[in-house]
């Protein structure tokens, strides 16, 4: 990594407290983390518009869309998965720092990973969404096809079937996708937003 001596850091003179004053609600990270097809991308694009239509200043990251533009140079080793991380980390702080309420959908499936972008933000700015759903449930609705892809050898190091996924241990919120609707998960995302008084 190359890191220039010359390069300095510039404050704003407008603070992240006062663009949350503005907005009237807090900014935060949103990260969902979970095996695919386990229900990131539906429920945080049913979360996006639910907090979007109360006014609320949000975004949405999604993991096929920033491997088409942002971390197109990379693939699906650890190091790969790494990096598209820590990436990620850094987009979605700068979007924290803008008092945007951010929501990711990675399947981020490294817990050193995710702890590491925890650490880069400040306490409670980053909220562990985990989208609980079994590998047979994941399997069986396979929205994409990729499992069958996986399971014929023709998805090397896909989560799950050849490459592990390490399940968050002590997440903010676990949405349990294989028993409850998508609007039940949304919900329950809402009311912790509202109870944390991030909104
Ligand atoms: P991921 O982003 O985690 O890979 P997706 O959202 O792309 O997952 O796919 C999840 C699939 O499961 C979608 O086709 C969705 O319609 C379906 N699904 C069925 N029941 C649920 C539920 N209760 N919550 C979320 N998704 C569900």
Known sequence: MT???????????????????????????????GLSGSGKSTISVALEKALFDRGIHTYR????????????????????????????????KLMVDAGVLTVTAFISPYTSDRENVRAIVEDKEFIEVYTRCSLEACEQRDPKGLYQKARKGEIPEFTGISAPYEAPKNPEIIIDTEF????????????????????
């Open 3 to 33: 890191q220039d001596k010359h390069i300095t850091w510039h404050d704003s003179v407008v603070t992240k407290l006062e663009r949350q004053q503005r907005h009237q609600h807090k900014s935060a990270i949103i990260w969902f983390t």
């Open 61 to 92: 990251l999604d993991g096929d869309n920033i491997r088409h533009g942002l971390n197109q140079n990379l693939g699906f080793s650890p190091e790969d998965r790494k990096e598209n991380i820590r990436r990620i980390g850094e987009v979605s």
């Open 180 to 199: 409850n609707s998508v609007e039940t998960s949304v919900s329950q995302i809402i009311n912790y937003l509202e109870q944390h008084h991030y909104i």
